[in-house]
Each structure stands twice: as structure tokens, then as C-alpha cells.
């Protein structure tokens, strides 16, 4: 007789009952065979091969491959984790999924479904209130957004400043700082209610110039700053201050 994992289990769990008072035990088991021992162990195994699988996919199924985790498997490089620290998803060999106590990362940069990760992230904001961000992990200068507090304040920031160049990109922040002293003629379109606040580092010229609608030129100091908003085409200013 071939015995599998789950017929195993059967039949240690009949034994188990046949030695139970006032059980009857079921056809075929003599009351002389001695009960199973609990719990039943078996091998860690590992995601190519989990201790507990199946016989028409051998390499589906449930493993321990490190202490303190369970694996649920349904190949050997496409399973779920879940550990004292956090749950996982891997796919392809590669993480796509991640979650924590305080964050969950989506997605994965290598591999056949690579894709730029997300990290949602929350943050602790006191009784009634709720605060996180949304952290794009992969782009060249680090986007982060706010999500609401508790007054229902939206805010995004920057991971970097901003070098002042002929053209700038404000990148994903509705504040920016603007290094150096190289003079500004444009800044590249953001779409329709985009608005945002420079801060100046240093001395420059901003121009009243291609898709910047602005009242004069402005001739900026340190700590003064400049808000724009986009129409989809244009920036047009809205406020200045020389501080």
C-alpha cells in the first residue's frame, strides 16, 4: 500500500479514534494497532519540493523552508510567504508583493513582470486620524504623496531639489526647492491644475518667456519664491515673494 501525505494523515487519524472510549472502530482497523503520536512532523521541505503536496503537482503545496514561516507553493519559484515579520508574494522568482506591520510594497524591477514598486506607507497620526504616503521607490529622483490627515490636507513632496537649468521638471511636488543660479525661459507642462511653489536658493533670472505667463521677469534672491499653476499648456504665475 502507497501512502501520500493526506492518506497518511487519514489513516493516523483513524488510528487516533480507534483508541478513544466507547468509539467503535471503523471496518478494517484492529483495536490492537497503537495510536499515532501528535503532532504528526514532517521534513521543513522547500518550495521545490514542500513536504505536504499533491500527487499531479509534486511541487504544489504547503513547506516550512525557514523556522518560523509557512510557504504556500505552486512552483518552485511562485509561492506566498508568510512569516513573523511580514506576508509575501513572489512570482517568477522575483518579490511583487510585500506586507509588513507599517507598509506594503507593490510590485518588482527585475524579471518578466518587472515593474517600477509602490510603497504604501502608514503613519502614525494619533486617535481619529489617519496619515500614510504613497512612495514610488524606482524613479531617478524619488516621488512621494501624502495621503489626507485628519484635516483633509493633500500634499506631495520631492526626494531631491531641483537644479535651475534653461528648462526645469518639477518632478511630483507642489513645493520645490531650485538650486544654483542658471536662468529659468521654461518649465516642462504639467497637466491642467498642476500648481506649484518654488523656493529659490540663490540669484537668478526667471524669464517671462515660452510657457511661463508671468507679470515681469523675475530677478530672485535667496528664500523668495515664485507659485505657478498649469492650464495643460502654459504656467501662469499667481503669487511672488521676495523674503
Not at 510603497?119 to 495621503?147: E, K, N, Y
Not at 497637466?191 to 526667471?206: K, Y
Request: hydrophobic share 45%; with cysteine.
Amino acid at each position: 500500500m502507497r501512502f501520500t501525505a493526506i492518506s497518511g494523515l487519514v489513516f493516523a487519524a483513524l488510528l487516533q479514534v480507534g483508541q478513544q472510549p466507547g468509539v467503535t472502530n471503523p471496518p478494517g482497523v484492529a483495536s490492537s494497532l497503537s495510536a499515532a503520536a501528535f503532532p504528526l512532523l514532517a521534513p521543513g521541505g522547500s518550495h521545490a519540493a514542500p513536504s505536504y503536496a499533491f500527487s499531479n503537482d509534486v511541487d504544489a503545496g504547503l513547506s516550512v523552508p525557514f523556522a518560523n514561516s509557512l510557504d504556500i507553493g505552486v512552483t518552485a519559484i511562485d509561492y506566498i510567504e508568510l512569516d513573523q515579520n511580514q506576508i509575501a508574494w513572489t512570482r517568477g522568482g522575483f518579490q511583487t508583493f510585500g506586507a509588513t506591520q507599517s507598509s506594503l510594497i507593490i510590485g518588482q524591477t527585475t524579471g518578466a513582470f518587472a515593474r517600477d514598486r509602490l510603497a504604501l506607507t502608514a503613519v502614525l497620526a494619533g486617535a481619529g486620524s489617519f496619515q500614510g504616503q504613497i512612495t514610488s521607490l524606482d524613479l531617478t529622483a524619488t516621488r512621494t504623496w501624502t495621503l489626507p490627515d485628519y484635516t483633509g490636507a493633500f500634499s506631495t513632496t520631492a526626494g531631491a531639489t531641483v537644479a535651475s537649468a534653461s528648462n526645469i521638471d518639477v518632478l511630483g511636488a507642489n513645493v520645490v526647492h531650485i538650486s544654483g543660479s542658471t536662468n529659468i525661459d521654461s518649465v516642462t507642462i504639467h497637466p491642467a491644475g498642476r500648481c506649484v511653489s518654488l523656493i529659490f536658493d540663490g540669484v537668478l533670472t526667471v524669464n517671462d518667456a515660452s510657457n511661463l505667463k508671468l507679470v515681469a521677469a523675475f530677478v530672485t534672491t535667496a528664500d523668495d519664491t515664485l507659485s505657478l499653476c498649469s492650464d495643460g499648456s502654459n504656467w501662469y504665475e499667481t503669487a511672488r515673494s521676495v523674503n
